[in-house]
Each structure stands twice: as C-alpha cells, then as structure tokens.
C-alpha cells in the first residue's frame, strides 16, 4: 500500500509539474486521435446518412456489415493495416508504418464504422416528415441532407465523442502501426504498457490519471449530448 501511494505521490508530482515527456506522450494520444476522428467523421456521416435517408437492395446487408466493423478487434485492426504498409506491400515505399500516420488510418478504419452507425440511427430515428416536407418546399438531395444533419446533430455528435473515446483508449493499432517510438509515436496506452513493464510505476500511473480524466470527461460529454 505504501508503494502504491508514493508511486501516487510521483505521479501527481510528475503531472502538476507539467513533466516534458508526460507532455510529449499526452500530446501525441490527442494529436492522433484528434486528427483520425476528423477524417472518420467526414467519412462516416455522409455514408451513415446516406444509409439511413435511402432504401436500397442489399441495405440490410450493409447495415450486418457495418455493426460487424464496429466491434473489429483492434490488433486485427493493426494486423490487417500493417500487412498494407510494410515495405514487402505496394504502399512500402510511402514509409507510412511506424509512423503518426500510420497510427491515424487504423483509428480512422476502428472509428469510421462507429461514426456511421450513430448517424444511421439518428437519420431512421428523425422524423419521417422531414425529408417530405423539405422536398415538397424545393430542397435538393444536398441541401435535404444537410437540413437532416441540422435536425440530428446530438446523435450524431453523440457518435463523432463515442469513436473519439474508443481510438484514444486503445493500445493494439498504436503499439503495432506506432512501434511506440518515444517523442514521435509513443501514446498514453503504450506508454502506460511499456513503463509499467520496465518498473516506472509511477510514470505509468501519471499516465493512467491523464488518460482517466480524459476518459471521465468524453463520458460526461457524451451523457449530456444523450439527455438532449
């Protein structure tokens, strides 16, 4: 116990202090994260709402696909998109892996089904005298689009806040794609595996509160956007 609470002790220390490499590794987690969810974002709520606002043959099937995607493992993740980059793959020659950008496109591929499906839900639980009405008044497919978005954009921030709180947790696709390379790729949840396994608890554990109030304020976030 008494362990525990000197290694609490440091930590606080280490994070009150404004520690250089707590910095540089809480950095890298948002900067990366942050960046994979804008691009899942416009990836996947234009396909959700075209998912959601149209009926087509083989929807159904689609909508199988898309829930599957959501709970894809994350080193299966890492394993499929580090097959893609390595130098023995067409895309080798880009130097991609085991670098940020490798790190964002498998974020981008676990937080782009999420975003969608949110918006899926959102657009067939709208009201379904919008879409009539607005083309009753002139609206184009764009601008019906865009009017649909206005009317359900809690629920669809509800999803963009829900892939952000899945890709900035998650160890597998960061460690595999990053290589957990310190100040250029080293993550919270890397960091946090690979200090712990070299006996700095302490850092780890500084690590650990950071990554837990970023957590508790995604959570809070998105219960408020739910209750509206």
Not at 12 to 22: A, K, N, P, T
Not at 78 to 83: A, D, K, T
Not at 176 to 183: H, V
Not at 185 to 197: D, H, P, V, Y
Request: aromatic letters at 6%.
């Amino acid at each position: 116990m008494n362990y525990f609470g000197e290694s609490l002790g440091t930590a606080l220390s280490l994070i009150l202090g404004l520690d250089g490499e707590v910095l540089r590794t809480v950095w890298t987690s948002l900067y990366v994260s942050t960046s994979a969810m804008s691009i899942a974002s416009v990836l996947g709520i234009p396909l959700g709402l075209i998912i959601g606002i149209h009926r087509f043959r083989g929807r159904r099937l689609v909508l199988t696909g898309l829930n599957t995607l959501m709970a894809l493992p994350t080193v299966v993740v890492g394993l499929v998109v580090y097959g893609l980059l390595s130098r023995q793959s067409p895309l080798g020659p880009l130097g991609l892996l085991f670098t940020p950008v490798a790190m964002m496109i498998g974020q981008i591929v676990l937080a782009t089904p999420i975003v969608a499906h949110y918006t899926v839900s959102a657009a067939c639980g709208a009201d379904a005298r919008i879409l009539p009405t607005l083309r009753t008044l002139g609206a184009g497919p764009l601008e019906s689009a865009w009017q649909m978005l206005r009317e359900v954009r809690f629920v669809v921030l509800a999803g963009v806040i829900a892939g952000f709180g899945r890709i900035v947790a998650e160890v597998g696709v960061a460690m595999m794609l990053g290589g957990n390379i310190r100040g250029y790729t080293r993550t919270m949840t890397t960091a946090i595996a690979l200090e712990t396994g070299k006996g700095e608890f302490a850092f780890a554990l500084a690590l650990g509160l950071v990554l837990m109030s970023v957590a508790l304020g995604i959570n809070l976030l998105l219960n408020l956007l739910q209750q509206r």
